[in-house]
């Protein structure tokens, strides 16, 4: 069974670093992009980029360049998303979900609030 | 990029069929057989509804079907239930090999 199970809910203040996880499982981790949503409170779906953990290979969205880092360790099938200072408009749902042409396993989704 | 347009609100009883649409430009939907549709209830994770633009993956009814017309891809779902009452996201495929999703439509059934 293909799962993707993400790291727990954190809370934060601006100005702070952060990374979560999305471990892989059930499939091979390595064929398959893994992909980032960002869903803010009461809002709809954003796509913040990609990567692939063969070799690392990584897309952002212009919207997310800059912003946030993905990474990935493909010896324990876990992706990561990070920021280096967060801000309180980072506050949202963050879900992994595995990519081809289209998101078809996702994460439990890791909620992050960031305030002071 | 600019997301994808959808209408916020759609609604009809059961048993009725209903039409999302999603409207982006000849640089995502109009240039790839890659649009996609996702369900999501409230407080859970998204779920892929169909892909490529009309297929439906293993385990979702066949109620629901994709189409697509020049820049405008559809989700269609017929014979509605009140399971169906959730929120629908549209995506595409870009040019700039990134994905875009659409604002998402709230379907409620009456």
């Known amino acids: 069974e293909v799962q993707l199970v993400q790291s727990g809910a954190e809370v934060k203040k601006p100005g702070e670093s952060l990374k979560i996880s999305c471990k892989g499982s059930?499939?091979?981790?390595?064929?398959?992009?893994i992909g980032w949503v960002r869903q803010m409170p009461g809002k709809g779906l954003e796509w913040m980029g990609i990567?692939?953990?063969?070799?690392?290979?990584?897309k952002y969205s212009p919207s997310f360049q800059g912003q946030v880092t993905i990474s990935v360790d493909k010896s324990i099938s876990t992706a990561y998303l990070q920021w280096s200072s967060l801000k309180a408009s980072d506050t949202a749902i963050y879900y992994c979900?595995?990519?081809?042409?289209?998101?078809?396993?996702w994460g439990q989704g890791t909620l992050v609030t960031v305030s002071s | 990029q600019s997301a994808l347009t959808q209408p916020a609100s759609v609604s009809g009883s059961p048993g009725q069929s209903i039409t999302i649409s999603c409207s982006g430009t000849?640089?995502?939907?109009?240039?790839?057989?890659?649009v996609s549709w996702y369900q999501q209830h409230p407080g859970k994770a998204p779920k892929l509804m169909i892909y490529?633009?009309?297929n439906r993956p293993s385990g979702v009814s066949n109620r629901f079907s994709g189409s697509k017309s020049g820049n405008t891809a559809s989700l269609t779902i017929s014979g509605l239930q009140a399971e169906d009452e959730a929120d629908y996201y549209c995506?595409?495929?870009?040019?700039?090999?990134?994905?875009?999703f659409g604002g998402g439509t709230k379907l409620t059934v009456l």
């Open positions: 059930g499939y091979s981790f390595t064929n398959y992009w």
């Open positions: 979900a595995r990519t081809a042409s289209y998101l078809d396993y």
């Open positions: 490529d633009v009309s």
């Open positions: 000849s640089s995502d939907i109009g240039g790839y057989n890659y």
């Open positions: 995506s595409s495929y870009t040019s700039s090999s990134t994905v875009v």
């Open positions: 990567i692939y953990p063969a070799d690392s290979n990584t």
